[in-house]
């Protein structure tokens, strides 16, 4: 059955850095554009976002120039480096194809960015 699981996420201060890991089982990894996604405290959730099976990274506004995301088809997994992070950047990130694909929502990895 294929997963994503998501990892590194956690609290962190303003300015600081996390990096998002998301490890794929099955067979859905490497021929997909991969996204990654946020759902804030009241918010729906939102791609954040998204690489090719390529390697082109395309991003949301507010996070350009601050996240970047990347992918290692050796090893399945899809990250998510986060740096300069704001409070605004507090939600539950997740990652899934993209357009994702509604079974493959997984737990997410929780940020938090407070000082």
């Known amino acids: 059955q294929v997963q994503l699981v998501e990892s590194g996420g956690g609290l962190v201060q303003p300015g600081g850095s996390l990096r998002l890991s998301c490890a794929a089982s099955?067979?859905?990894?490497?021929?997909?554009?991969m996204g990654w996604y946020r759902q804030a405290p009241g918010k729906q959730r939102g791609l954040v976002a998204f690489i090719t099976s390529g390697g082109n990274a395309n991003y949301v506004d507010s996070v350009k120039g601050r996240f970047t995301v990347s992918r290692d088809k050796a090893k399945e997994t899809v990250y998510l480096q986060m740096n300069n992070l704001k409070p605004e950047d507090t939600a539950v990130y997740y990652c899934n194809r993209y357009p994702p694909f509604a079974k493959l929502w997984g737990q997410g990895a929780r940020v938090a960015v407070a000082s």
């Open positions: 099955g067979s859905i990894f490497n021929s997909y554009a």
